[in-house]
């Protein structure tokens, strides 16, 4: 079981920068791939990034490549989201995910635990 806690939403100008983090309880967070997904009122949660174990292997969507970076720090139990020059649809409710067998599942159904939501409005 894990806990998990995402923070660093906020307002942001379009083409401004926000990271966002997510900090896992327990000492199992090295033995979950994890991801991130959001999620806008009256839309399906999207998939944004994955990461595996240790880090080695990642995964975006299509939206979100070479603006985006999640990376983790497992001596931290952290798992980070930088999201650069950011765009008004980049708004939503944005979630970490963690399963326990699958690295870059891309539905919500193939995770097992998940945090929160941080609330990310950028704007025009």
């Known amino acids: 079981q894990v806990q998990l806690v995402e923070s660093g939403g906020g307002l942001v100008q379009a083409g401004g920068s926000l990271r966002l983090s997510c900090a896992a309880s327990?000492?199992?967070?090295?033995?979950?791939?994890m991801g991130w997904f959001r999620q806008t009122p009256g839309k399906e949660r999207e998939f944004v990034a994955a990461i595996s174990r240790s880090g080695g292997s990642i995964s975006y969507a299509d939206s979100v490549k070479g603006r985006f970076t999640i990376s983790r720090d497992n001596a931290k139990n952290t798992l980070y989201l930088q999201m650069n020059s950011l765009k008004p649809e980049d708004t939503g409710v944005y979630y970490c995910?963690?399963?326990?067998?699958?690295?870059?599942?891309?539905?919500?159904?193939?995770?097992?635990?998940w945090g929160q939501g941080t609330q990310v409005t950028v704007s025009s």
């Open positions: 327990g000492r199992t967070f090295s033995s979950y791939h």
């Open positions: 995910a963690a399963s326990r067998q699958v690295f870059g599942a891309t539905t919500q159904g193939q995770y097992d635990y």
